[in-house]
Nanobody, 127 residues
C-alpha cells in the first residue's frame, strides 16, 4: 500500500504561517493526486487543497484560496501545504491524502476519492 506521514503542525498566532509536510512511502507509483483535508471538533472533514503529481493542476477550497498553497516534490515523494494569514477558524486536525482515481473525483472533495490517509497533524491558531 501507500503510507503517508504528516508533520509541521503546531500552535501559531492569528496572521502567522505554518508549512505542513506529508511524506509518502510504499507503492507511491500508484498515486496520481495528493490532497489536504481538515477536521475541526464537532465539524465534518472538509477538503482544503489538492494537486496532481507534477503540480500542474491545483484546486483550493474557497475558505483558503489566496492564503494556502499546495506544492509537491516528486523526488522526495512529499507534498506541502503552505498556510499564510492563518485565522482561528483554520484550527483543525489536518490530514494528508492520496488518490489514484480521477481529477474530477478529487475536486469533488469527497473523502471516498482518496484511498490513502495519514494520521493527521494538529494546527491551532490562537493568541
Amino acid at each position: 500500500g501507500v503510507q503517508l506521514v504528516e508533520s509541521g503542525g503546531g500552535l501559531v498566532q492569528p496572521g502567522g504561517s505554518l508549512r505542513l509536510s506529508c511524506a509518502a512511502s510504499g507503492y507511491t507509483y500508484r498515486i496520481k493526486y495528493m490532497g489536504w483535508f481538515r477536521q475541526a471538533p464537532g465539524k465534518e472533514r472538509e477538503g482544503v487543497a489538492a494537486c496532481n503529481i507534477g503540480g500542474s493542476s491545483r484546486s483550493y477550497a474557497g475558505s483558503v484560496k489566496g492564503r494556502f498553497t499546495i506544492s509537491q516534490d516528486s523526488a522526495k515523494n512529499t507534498v506541502y501545504l503552505q498556510m499564510n494569514s492563518l485565522k482561528p477558524e483554520d484550527t483543525a486536525m489536518y490530514y494528508c491524502a492520496a488518490a489514484t482515481g480521477s481529477w474530477c473525483s478529487v475536486i469533488s472533495w469527497s473523502s471516498n476519492a482518496f484511498g490513502y490517509w495519514g494520521q493527521g497533524t494538529q494546527v491551532t491558531v490562537s493568541s
